[in-house]
Each structure stands twice: as structure tokens, then as C-alpha cells.
């Protein structure tokens, strides 16, 4: 089922500001709150609003949504990290409304939406892909071979022989750093390093892995499939989340991001939603009128050329061009059209073309 536009969820238009979002959702959760109203399709409708909020009124999630569509939020972010950095706490203040029972209908536990302590994650990366606008007008799914640093599978990222254990660095204790105080002018001074021994690890390896070598991880070659959503733009970026690089010690892994490039085409310039294109018709189809064939990425379509018609002149066929990735539909196709003049004339096509400009002059 296709997913409704967030500002008609929220009745906004698209220039809405900041403070139009949050009094429009103030005003909707107050109506479907679960708490105040019982209708069966309260709380689902609630749901929808507040999805709407969490995504137009943070600055970089409402630019990929403005750009995208749902095909960017849903590659970009999962239903928990769109509420996760969401502060729902100033909406609901006064309004008698816990929402970590908010929290709990979305994610089926309690919790909070503020922003949790960033775990040690490992680095993102990077891959660029071209495509080709066949590619961006129909979607399609392609697979990448990406280089990244994982948890070496023999000693599961422990950088140790199997069987055996890294030890507690005697150094640090385990904490991985190591602190030193001094007494100042200003009073006592403590200054936080990394550890040297373990080098920030807490451990120490003293048998170490034969496959990894006591580093914990490995560089590898994974083969992942990227879905390319129809009607993306030149220099998208897709998020793979928990696709990036692992190395040990990090607690999660980073994220893969897919930038897309289109490929020149020899037929079609892109236009955001709109394709341009160039048609060549003779002089005579110019002068006289004619009907054409256009070849599109929907297929062929008629064209009308009206007698008269000079060279430069722009049509449009409605709903012949890229699908829009934001809402539903397709742009439009523009033909240029080129009077041709033919190089070589026959004695007769010469005497006939002769007689047209005599014709013209009188």
C-alpha cells in the first residue's frame, strides 16, 4: 500500500515552517491520542501523525524526504531511528501524556526519545555506483562487491587463539586509559590518556590469533545487494545500515553509503522528474504539418507537428518523463525539435524548391 504524502498526514503544504509543524501536530495528537479519544482507528491514525512530525521537523530527515521521498527515509532510516532522536517531551508537556507509552505502541517497550549515548561504531563507508536513466526510470536492484574491514571469524573478534582468552591489561586495569594528576596554580590538574600498553584496548593478547594475527578483524570482500529506487536523482545517497566497516573493539558496525551517479545518455538529458530530448523532422513535415512517432521510456507516443512549425520549437508530452520519487506520478517529456535541410537535392526536389521560393517572394 502506498504511503501517504507527510504534509497532507499533517494538512501543511510544503513551505510550511518549523512552528506551522508543531502546531498542526499538537493539534492532531490532542484529537487521536489513545488516552483521549477511543475510536478503533485512533491509535493507528496517531501513529501516522507522529511519524509525520518526527520526519518533517528534523531539518535533515524533511530535506531527504523533500528530495526522495519515502524511498529516502526507509533506506536512510529504520521506524526506531526516525522516533530515537525525536523530542516529543516539549509537544506533550501539560497534556497529561507519558510518552514512553508513546515509545512502547511504536517499539513495543518503554523507553525515551532522546538521544541515547553514542556506542563505539566503526567508520562508514563509501561507494559509488553509475547508473543509467533506464535504470532510474524503472528501479532496480544491483549487487556490490564492497571491500570492509569484519570481526575475524576464527577468534570472533578477540584478536585471540581460540580457546584462550586476551588478558586484563595490568596497566589500566582494563579501562583502557590512564589517568595522571598533577597539582597546578589553579589547583589539581587530572589528565585522561589512552592506555600504551593495550592501546586503549583493556586487554592484552599473549597467544594471538594465527588467522587475524591478534588484530581482531580482517579486510573482506562482501557481495550486498542495494535496491536503486525509481525515479532517483543524480548524486543520491543510500544508507545500508550496519553495512560499513567492524574493526575490533567497536561495539556496532558502521554504515555502507551507496552514491548514485548517472550515466550521459545518448537520447534523454534529465531534468529532476522532466526529460528533454531532440527530434529531427524534414522541411517539408515542418512547413506542412505531421504527425510523428517519439520514442519515450513509457514507449512510443504520437506527436502533432503543426504546419508552420520552426526549428527550436519546444513540446510537451504530459507524463512521459522520470516517476517522481517524491509522491506519485511522472514528469514530463520536452521534444526540441530540428528542421532538417537536406545536403543533396535531386534536378527535381532543386526545380520544385525553386518554384516554392518564387511562390514565397510574389
Known sequence: M????????????????????????????????????????????????????????????????D?????????????????????????????????????????GRRGGFTQRPRAQRGND???????????????????????????????????????????RCPSCGGSGQMQSSRRTAFGMFTQISECSKCHGQGSIIEDPCPSCRGRGSLQKTRKIEVRIPKGIDDGAHLRLAGQGEHP????????????????????????????????SISFPQASLGATVSVETLHGSEKLKIPEGTEHGTLFKLKGNGMPKIHGSGFGDLYVLIEVTTPKKLSRRARLLLEELQRELEN
Request: glycine share 8%; proline share 2%; aromatic share 12%.
Open 2 to 65: 502506498e504511503k501517504k504524502d507527510y504534509y497532507d498526514i499533517l494538512g501543511l503544504d510544503h513551505s510550511a515552517t518549523k512552528d506551522d509543524i508543531k502546531k498542526a501536530y499538537r493539534k492532531l495528537a490532542l484529537k487521536y491520542h489513545p488516552d483521549k479519544n477511543k475510536e478503533k482507528s485512533a491509535e493507528e491514525k496517531f501513529k501516522e501523525i507522529s511519524e509525520a512530525y518526527a520526519v518533517l521537523y528534523d531539518d535533515e530527515k524533511r530535506k531527504m524526504y
Open 67 to 107: 528530495q526522495y521521498g519515502h524511498a529516502g527515509i526507509d533506506q536512510q532510516y529504520t521506524k526506531e531511528d526516525i522516533f530515537r532522536t525525536t523530542d516529543f517531551g516539549d509537544i506533550f508537556r501539560g497534556m497529561g501524556f507519558d510518552i514512553n507509552d508513546i515509545f512502547e505502541q511504536f517499539f
Open 125 to 167: 563507508i563509501r561507494y559509488d555506483i553509475e547508473i543509467s536513466v533506464e535504470d532510474a526510470f524503472r528501479g532496480v536492484e544491483t549487487e556490490l562487491e564492497v571491500p570492509r574491514t569484519e570481526l575475524c571469524d576464527t577468534c570472533k573478534g578477540s584478536g585471540a587463539r581460540p580457546g584462550r582468552s586476551p588478558k
Open 248 to 279: 575490533r573493539g567497536a561495539t556496532q558496525s558502521g554504515d555502507l553509503y551507496v552514491v548514485v551517479h548517472m550515466r550521459q545518455h545518448s537520447v534523454y538529458e534529465r531534468r529532476g522528474a522532466d526529460l528533454y530530448r531532440k527530434l
